[in-house]
């Protein structure tokens, strides 16, 4: 399930019109529908935050992380922007060194980015393998 289709259906669930919950994050109810069907792949921080709060839900759980998130569950390698972004804010730990600003990167950087970082979990991971 993509972050969009999450944003619905939470949405949904609570009983929120598109028209009031893009008036409460700001935006447009056709930018909201753009987020919701993936049309919009690269939501601004700020939104996403808002969102959180509207929706009750972490930012975990709009990225569709699951907790028990393990070198198996990840994948070979990135090659979408949406893949390697949802990768990335699902790592709470990046956002506490920061240094990077999503917004400014490029489609293509996002997908190095979130692969450098799968890199080094596998690389850390064989390290400490038993």
């Known amino acids: 399930m993509t ?5 619905k259906k939470r949405r949904k669930e609570m009983g929120i019109s598109s028209q009031v919950l893009a008036k409460k994050l700001g935006v447009s109810p056709s930018t909201l529908y753009r987020y919701e ?20 839900m972490t930012s975990a759980q709009l990225m ?18 949406t893949e390697a972004m949802e990768f990335i804010i699902r790592m709470p730990m990046l956002a506490s060194y920061g240094g990077y600003d ?8 996002i997908v190095s980015f979130a692969n450098d970082i799968l890199e080094q979990l596998k690389l ?3 390290k400490y393998a038993r």
């Open 3 to 7: 972050v969009g289709e999450r944003i």
């Open 37 to 56: 069907t993936s049309g919009i792949e690269k939501i601004p921080m700020q939104i996403m935050e808002k969102l959180c709060r509207e929706l009750s």
């Open 64 to 81: 569709g992380n699951d907790p028990g998130l393990n070198e198996a569950a990840l994948p070979a390698s990135f090659s979408s922007p």
């Open 102 to 109: 999503p917004e400014s990167m490029s489609e293509e950087e």
């Open 124 to 126: 850390v991971s064989f």
